[in-house]
Every structure is written in structure tokens, then in C-alpha cells.
């Protein structure tokens, strides 16, 4: 049996489960929580690390531009959490992409100051 058959027995044997055993969407959804939290943990971790490596760079862009860094990743961060909300309008729809759109930008402005006034 190749490997690629023996995969797709596993996924519809999961499949099966969840859907026919009693509780399995309760355990698919327990499960499905805890690896969004192992993942979220990851990227914590991630991103400390990476603070860390780059503190004095990061420093070193002086006020006005740490602070639109700063600005441009919590709105990017809000931006995603409130994804569901507004994707139920339009409007909503619209917002998300400026929102994305203007920490874009501002991630933009501060890498562009960097690359002209870094060492």
C-alpha cells in the first residue's frame, strides 16, 4: 500500500470518527483548540525571540517611527481578530482591507526610514 492510500485512509478514518462517534465533534473541537494555542504560544515565543535580536535596531529608529511600528502591528493584529465581525458586511469588508492596507503602509514608512538611516 503506498503511502500516499495509507494518508488518506487516516484522514477519512478521522473524518468518520468525528462525524459518527458520539462526542467526536466535541473532541475535534477541543483538539482543534489546543493546537490554536500551541501555535499562538509559538508565535509568542517567536516573536520575543526576534525582539530580543533586534532590540537595539528596533531602538535605534528613534520615537516617532518605533511608535508607527508599534501601531502598525497592533492594528494588523486587530485587524485579524475582528476578521469574522466585519467580513459579515461590507462595509466591514472594506475596513478590514484598510485597516491591512494602512499597517501596510506604516510597516512600509518605518522599513524605508530604516534602509535610509541605518548603519
Avoid: C, Q
Amino acid at each position: 500500500m503506498s503511502t500516499t492510500v495509507r494518508n488518506v485512509l487516516i484522514i477519512v478514518a478521522l473524518a468518520a470518527a468525528v462525524a459518527f462517534l458520539p462526542g467526536g465533534g466535541d473532541t475535534a473541537s477541543f483538539v482543534g483548540a489546543v493546537l490554536s494555542i500551541g501555535i499562538a504560544a509559538a508565535i509568542v515565543l517567536i516573536v520575543a525571540r526576534l525582539y530580543r535580536e533586534h532590540r537595539v535596531t528596533i531602538f535605534s529608529l528613534g520615537d516617532r517611527h518605533r511608535a508607527l511600528l508599534y501601531g502598525a502591528i497592533g492594528l494588523a493584529v486587530a485587524a485579524m481578530a475582528a476578521r469574522p465581525k466585519l467580513f459579515d458586511t461590507g462595509v466591514g469588508t472594506l475596513v478590514w482591507f484598510l485597516m491591512l492596507g494602512g499597517a501596510s503602509f506604516a510597516l512600509y514608512a518605518v522599513w524605508r526610514h530604516y534602509r535610509e538611516y541605518s548603519l
